[in-house]
């Protein structure tokens, strides 16, 4: 139950296209839903988040879509660009007093010029 | 723009031998974490630290592992008697509260000879 379970595991996007990931989660207590963002040798770097009480986020060419009946949230990335190849982590934390974040375990993007 | 810093960035040990890993958080954050990456494998949460104790550890925290801040400013995890399974990454993290985003460090890569 405390899974966040990612998809897919590698991506492969055109410069200019949009690069979708999805995660999907089983502990309806989670209450905060961030997306990280990995470059090699780095640690990972907050991008985005989400709180369940909205559907939508969006932050540039970032956006968080959150389904709450579905338990699924996914990260778009508008306009792929060579830069944005890195892992991508989405993650979870919950309930209400807890500090821990729970993992997926991560998408490759890479974005073909 | 502040960041959390960890040193050293690797370190080899035998098995069998005790490792210290040291970091240094974001100057006003008051929550430190560690969480590690095994190659390949999803960042998984160690253990949680506020007020000069542990708040929140996962099941792999056990009695081989231990955290201490000993200063204003540095932020240690011990590891006893490593074993090669403990070859991973190893990421601090801090936040300002609970509720505020976790940043975290670069990492420090832990191979167990």
């Known amino acids: 139950q405390q899974q966040v379970k990612q998809s897919p595991q590698s991506l492969i996007v055109q410069k200019g296209g949009i690069s979708i990931i999805n995660c999907a989660y089983e502990n309806t207590a989670f209450d905060y839903f961030p997306w990280y963002q990995q470059f090699p040798g780095k640690g990972p770097a907050l991008l985005i988040a989400?709180?369940?009480?909205?559907s939508e986020k969006k932050e540039g060419r970032f956006t968080i879509s959150f389904n709450k009946s579905a338990k699924q949230f996914s990260l778009h990335i508008m306009d792929s660009q060579p830069g944005d190849s890195a892992t991508y982590f989405c993650?979870?934390?919950?309930?209400?007093?807890?500090?821990?974040?729970?993992f997926g375990q991560g998408t490759r993007l890479t974005i073909n010029p | 723009e502040p960041e959390v810093t960890q040193t050293p960035s690797h370190q080899v040990t035998q098995m069998g031998q005790e490792v210290i890993l040291r970091c240094v958080p974001i100057?006003?954050?008051?929550?430190f974490y560690w969480y590690r990456q095994i190659l390949g494998q999803k960042v998984e949460f160690l253990v949680s630290?506020?007020?000069?104790?542990?708040?929140?550890k996962s099941e792999i925290f056990d009695d081989q592992f231990s955290v201490e801040r000993p200063d204003g400013s540095n932020f240690t995890l011990k590891i006893r008697s490593t074993k090669l399974e403990d070859s991973a990454m190893y990421f601090c993290a801090s936040s300002r509260s609970r509720n505020q985003p976790q940043h975290f460090g670069d990492g420090t890569r832990l191979s167990i000879l």
């Open positions: 993650a979870a934390r919950g309930p209400q007093g807890a500090q821990k974040l729970v």
């Open positions: 630290f506020y007020n000069n104790e542990i708040s929140e």
């Open positions: 989400i709180r369940p009480d909205v």
């Open positions: 100057s006003n954050h008051l929550y």
